[in-house]
């Protein structure tokens, strides 16, 4: 009887979690419509929905992990305060876009790291990534992954750019640039020590 209960809080939250990703489809297919009102609507739903499953240990698969299905829809939500212009939306759109970042990142962190961001969400909210990423990291990571963390950068890099933060910019830059390259790296040769990239120039 306990394994079925198991089975039935293992479909529950399988069908919650396939709830959420629809209605951040068509916040995606709003937003290209042109229609943000309405695709914000349906992002803020299925954020949500998707927060409400972090603490649910039974959807836990690196494919459909709450905390990457939260990275792409609070990338969304930032792509959509990029569209709407103006300083108050640059704020938001970099405070989404970090968060993107960290829950993109937050299965490869260790559990002391994953503790402090848990604590310091709102710290630096518009200052570039703060997160360092290693040769071990990249590697276990899939190409789909390392792609949306590399756009993430670039996004908060061209934001820099435009207010005119260029020191910041070119740093953020560095990082999309050297994740890339780590990425291409682990193809090549898996053998390397892990190097540790910052913000240092």
């Not at 919650?16 to 914000?40: P, S, T, W």
């Not at 039974?58 to 709407?84: D, F, Q, R």
């Not at 503790?115 to 703060?130: G, I």
């Not at 560095?174 to 913000?199: F, I």
Request: with cysteine; proline share 2%; charged share 30%.
């Amino acid at each position: 009887d306990d394994d079925d209960d198991d089975d039935d809080d293992d479909d529950s939250s399988e069908y919650k979690l396939m709830i959420a990703q629809v209605m951040h489809c068509l916040g995606a297919v709003n937003a290209r419509c042109g229609e943000y009102d309405e695709a914000f609507r349906w992002y803020e739903e299925s954020l949500k929905r998707k927060r409400e499953l972090l603490t649910d240990a039974t959807v836990s698969t690196a494919a459909n992990c709450p905390h990457y299905e939260m990275g792409k829809t609070l990338n969304g939500m930032a792509a959509l305060e990029v569209m709407s212009g103006g300083i108050v939306q640059w704020e938001k759109a970099m405070t989404l876009f970090r968060e993107a970042e960290r829950h993109y990142l937050y299965e490869y962190q260790s559990k002391d790291q994953q503790s402090h961001d848990d604590e310091a969400d709102n710290v630096l909210a518009t200052s570039p990534s703060k997160y360092s990423i290693t040769k071990e990291n990249v590697e276990k990571m899939t190409p789909h992954r390392a792609q949306l963390i590399i756009n993430v950068r670039s996004n908060m890099g061209e934001l820099l750019r435009q207010r005119g933060r260029y020191d910041e910019a070119v740093g953020t830059f560095r990082l999309a640039l050297d994740l890339a390259q780590l990425d291409v790296a682990r193809k090549v040769n898996n053998n390397s020590e892990p190097a540790v990239l910052t913000n240092d120039p």
